[in-house]
């Protein structure tokens, strides 16, 4: 079936530093990808979406590409603010799994002053 | 004017009670959802209502069952709950077609069975 895979967290950075959180997918047939983000306490929203190869979403200073090629749909940011910290998580929806969100286990980011 | 409420916030239950989740979103979307988050993050799908049709409904324990009296409202009654249900629970609708692109989630229950 369909599935998503992250990098393992914690992710801990510096105020400013660059970030990259990788995400790869498996699937079948041609799914939308998501980055959604949880901040403490709080549900989820969603942060950047593309839904076919080539896309590039955007959002918050945040982007993520669609690649075909390698399944991926990694995460980055130019500099990275203590208000970043958060869970995140990365996602597909297709349609052989009824288009609900298949999530990746996320990852938890840590940005220290 | 919240999108998608859920109700209660915090539920703190004995193990073998019986209790409800309620959803409701005003925002027109079709399609609803459960999703449940164990201790460790991981969210997964249970259950997708499609304009109060059964479109999804995972591998969950029958003690499980969501009613959607209109398309509007999800509800989510579980027997005999059992330490293992300790969970936070979200709901979620979706429009724009069935891509998932108009996802919006409640802020969630937090189940906690002792």
């Known amino acids: 079936g369909d599935s998503v895979t992250q990098m393992e967290g914690p992710v801990t950075l510096s105020e400013e530093a660059f970030l990259t959180i990788n995400c790869t997918y498996t699937a079948t047939g041609y799914p939308s990808l998501f980055w959604y983000v949880q901040y403490p306490g709080e549900g989820l929203q969603l942060l950047l979406k593309?839904?076919?190869?080539?896309d590039k979403g955007s959002n918050k200073g945040f982007e993520a590409t669609y690649r075909k090629e390698t399944t991926s749909f990694h995460l980055e940011k130019g500099s990275v603010q203590v208000s970043d910290s958060a869970v995140y998580f990365c996602a597909l929806s297709a349609s052989n799994s009824g288009y609900a969100l298949n999530f990746g286990k996320g990852t938890s980011l840590l940005v220290t002053p | 004017d919240t999108a998608v409420s859920q109700t209660p916030k915090y539920l703190v239950t004995q193990m073998g009670n019986d209790k409800s989740i309620k959803c409701e979103q005003n925002l027109g979307h079709d399609t609803m959802y459960w999703y449940k988050q164990d201790s460790k993050k991981f969210l997964k799908i249970m259950f997708s209502?499609?304009?109060?049709?059964?479109?999804i409904n995972e591998t969950v324990p029958n003690r499980f069952s969501p009613k959607s009296p209109d398309k509007a409202h999800l509800n989510l009654h579980i027997n005999s709950l059992e330490l293992g249900d300790s969970a936070v629970y979200f709901c979620?609708?979706?429009?724009?077609?069935?891509?998932?692109?108009?996802?919006?989630f409640g802020s969630g229950t937090r189940l906690t069975v002792v």
């Open positions: 593309a839904t076919k190869a080539d």
């Open positions: 979620a609708s979706s429009q724009e077609g069935p891509r998932g692109n108009g996802y919006t």
């Open positions: 209502y499609n304009n109060k049709e059964l479109i």
